[in-house]
């Protein structure tokens, strides 16, 4: 474990993982991915920082964006360190052998304990939010993309009435968990956009959503990487 020194602030990001070829860190929760119009700081530029000073770089560091989190969600990130390694862990992504997991606490008994959702998410924001269609009407099928995910319930709390639920992303669509879980009444706790307004909502800082696992092939070596991780914030703490 370490901590990133980007300019003058220390953040404490941990890294997971870190050879030649790529590095694993844990995203802080409400951090950017990569830069956008707000100008605030992002994970992408404090690791080419990190990159530069600890290699004592002449110029700008070379670092790929592989996979992204929304900026709400905290957890494990992988970012390739040489074109080739981006290269490489792309196709992993594209032929689904990337694997990605996350934990999430969501309103209500999620059953059947274990589920397959192939379903349709609409390409664009619909009043601000993207919306699932469980049944999709084949006329619509050029505002929507295919979005698909596994689930398999961890744990459920019946005085709270949440579960505790993990999560493989078959597909890497913007808001998706977030989006589905919705579309079948199960809302993320502490989702503002597309949840509830509880008083669990209002104790949580943000979704109830957490990246914790990862499996791929190192992009240069022959070996499975696999790396886990967990919150220590509300509300996955009710589930220790």
């Known amino acids: 474990m370490a901590n990133i020194l980007y300019k003058s602030t220390n953040y404490n990001i941990p890294i997971i993982f870190e050879d030649n070829h790529l590095i694993i860190v844990k995203k802080p929760v409400g951090m950017l991915s990569q830069a956008d119009k707000t100008g605030d700081v992002d994970l992408l530029n404090i690791i080419k920082e990190y990159i530069r000073v600890k290699y004592e770089k002449p110029g700008a560091a070379w670092l790929g964006l592989v996979h992204r989190l929304d900026r709400p969600v905290g957890g494990l990130m992988a970012f390739a360190k040489t074109s080739k390694a981006a290269s ?66 961890q744990a459920y709390l019946p005085k709270q009435n949440l579960s ?24 993320l706790i502490g989702d503002r956009l597309y949840g509830k307004l509880t008083h669990l909502d209002r104790k949580a800082n943000g979704p109830a959503l957490y990246a914790s696992f990862l499996q791929f092939k190192h992009p240069v070596k022959d070996e499975i990487l696999i790396y886990k991780s967990s919150s220590e914030d509300f509300p996955f703490t009710l589930f220790e």
């Open 88 to 153: 490489r862990l792309s196709d992993q992504i594209r032929k689904n052998t990337f694997v990605r997991k996350y934990l999430a606490v969501v309103h209500g008994h999620l059953q059947p304990k274990n589920g397959i959702w192939d379903e349709h998410i609409s390409k664009k924001k619909i009043k601000g939010k993207y919306v699932v269609n469980t049944n999709l009407d084949p006329k619509y099928l050029n505002k929507y993309q295919a979005c698909s995910l596994n689930y398999q319930v």
């Open 164 to 187: 505790l639920v993990e999560i493989e992303l078959k597909t890497g669509r913007s808001h998706q968990i977030r989006a589905q879980m919705k579309a079948h009444d199960h809302p």
